[in-house]
């Protein structure tokens, strides 16, 4: 069954610290992508990936640094964590556009609170 | 780049009634249109899925109309209820585009 898995689902960090958030999916797709949710703004893309390898600014990268060493993990890492970086992240996977059709699957988000 | 402007924010509507979310966007070249159910401190969910040309998909008591001339996205939902309260969001993408724009969501109540 497809499956976008993220970890963890919930932390706490201090502002000026490190943070990963991991990603992993089953479903042999492409790309891969991070999204924040915020009150208000629905999803906004932070990060995407084609591949093992690449990475691509979305539309709010700042503050935000991206990896993807392979086909299935695709990380999220927040050098100096700042109270604004309070959100709910999101991480989806998706075949090549026009590839059987389908929609982007979603994780089931990281609660991610900066004191 | 794209935007996407979705109305109205909060909806809320008696069980039994129709309900309207619209999405209107503004790159032309537009070609993928999703909307996704959300529950609260949930994932989201896809609910339906359109493409290309002015079409009309129905499922699971939802129908969705794509109006290409005007960018306008529509999810009806024709008899409301209470399972049906939730957050919709649309979702639009160009071909070729691997980015998806979603709209800001709509927070629906559906009230017994």
């Known amino acids: 069954e497809a499956a976008v898995t993220q970890s963890p689902r919930n932390k706490v960090a201090v502002t000026g610290g490190k943070v990963t958030l991991s990603c992993n999916q089953t479903?042999?797709?492409?790309?891969m992508y991070w999204y924040r949710q915020d009150t208000g703004h629905g999803l906004r893309l932070i990060h995407y990936?084609?591949?093992?390898?690449?990475?691509e600014k979305g539309d709010i990268p700042d503050g935000y640094k991206a990896s993807r060493p392979s086909q299935e993990n695709f990380s999220l890492i927040l050098e100096l964590a700042t109270p604004s970086q309070t959100s709910v992240y999101f991480c989806?996977?998706?075949?090549?556009?026009?590839?059987?059709?389908?929609?982007?699957?979603f994780g089931e988000g990281t609660r991610l609170s900066v004191l | 780049g794209e935007q996407v402007e979705q109305r109205p924010p909060h909806l809320s509507v008696r069980e039994g009634d129709s309900a309207v979310i619209t999405c209107t966007y503004t790159?032309?070249?537009?070609?993928?249109f999703f909307w996704y159910k959300q529950e609260p401190g949930a994932s989201l969910q896809l609910l339906m899925k359109v493409f290309s040309s002015t079409e009309i998909n129905e499922g699971q008591g939802f129908t969705v109309l794509l109006n290409k001339k005007d960018k306008r996205l529509s999810l009806n939902l024709t008899a409301a209820h209470p399972g049906d309260s939730a957050a919709y969001f649309c979702a639009v993408s160009a071909t070729g585009n691997y980015k998806y724009v979603f709209g800001a969501g709509t927070r629906l109540k559906v009230i017994a």
């Open positions: 790159d032309p070249n537009s070609y993928y």
């Open positions: 989806a996977s998706g075949d090549r556009q026009g590839v059987n059709n389908q929609a982007p699957l």
């Open positions: 479903n042999n797709h492409n790309n």
């Open positions: 990936s084609y591949g093992a390898g690449s990475t």
